[in-house]
């Protein structure tokens, strides 16, 4: 696994992990067509990478979108707001910490119109280039 997938695969966990006690949390890896909330959608950022600040080290951005309920008056903010602390919880333990989170806003997915924010979080990964690796390997 590379190290793009294994930053994706930390964040998912550590959201698995710090919503367990609400079982119907939903937390997914990947984005989707349908979608039942509360849900955490884990998703790479725009731009994905930022830099390099070395040759090989990059920021890596990962958007964690928070879905609490359906768009409707008076409803879902209470559930968003805790989703919210519990995100910046966990990820500040599993050291890959939120650097922002948008004002709440409708998601649309399917035609359906969801209350929800992005927690944006990044986290430096190394992505070694072929061409040093090769070199590294004696040219193989």
Known sequence: ?????????????ALRTASAPHTDWAVLD??????????FIVMWSEPMLFGPTTSCVYSAGVDI?????????GVGLDVLELMVETAVSALVEARHPIRQVSKPAPYDVDGVRYQSVVALCTATVSITQPAL???????H
């Not at 690796?133 to 040219?139: E, F, H």
Request: glycine share 12%; net charge negative.
């Open 1 to 13: 696994m590379g190290e793009l997938a294994t930053l994706r695969g930390q964040v998912v966990d």
């Open 30 to 39: 990947q984005p989707v067509d349908g979608l039942t909330p509360p849900a």
């Open 133 to 139: 690796l090769a070199a590294s390997n004696g040219g």
């Open 65 to 73: 979108r928070i879905v609490s309920t359906r768009v409707e008056p």
